[in-house]
């Protein structure tokens, strides 16, 4: 049984800052991706940021704004969001591919997702 557990989020000011944080626990081998996801209202899903093996991706919109960081020995992620803007309210979620054997074979699991609310 795997499992991720995010927490922060929550109501903040346009240009403020938050800080989401992912720890994945359970029956894991090795973590080779974790990153966040978001969706907003009537929005498709979209990649926010995300650390594959030791690489990492944002998406164009947070580019300069939003920092991943990954703690391999903790198995967590965070990320630091910076300069909100009200375009970044959203659900955030955390994933990770995550094998539970040393397979080799990735299965992508999910946290329950965090809403980030950017309003003044």
């Known amino acids: 049984q795997v499992r991720l557990v995010e927490s922060g989020g929550g109501l903040v000011q346009p240009g403020g800052s938050v800080r989401l944080s992912c720890a994945a626990s359970?029956?894991?081998?090795?973590?080779?991706?974790m990153g966040w996801y978001r969706q907003a209202p009537g929005k498709e899903r979209e990649l926010v940021a995300e650390v594959i093996s030791g690489n990492t991706n944002y998406g164009d919109s947070v580019k300069g704004r939003f920092t991943i960081s990954r703690d391999y020995a903790k198995n967590t992620v965070a990320l630091e969001m910076n300069s909100l803007k009200p375009e970044d309210t959203a659900v955030y979620s955390c994933?990770?591919?995550?094998?539970?054997?040393?397979?080799?074979?990735?299965?992508?699991?999910w946290g329950q997702g965090t809403q980030v609310t950017v309003s003044s």
């Open positions: 994933y990770a591919r995550i094998s539970t054997t040393a397979s080799s074979y990735y299965m992508a699991y």
């Open positions: 359970g029956s894991i081998f090795s973590i080779n991706t």
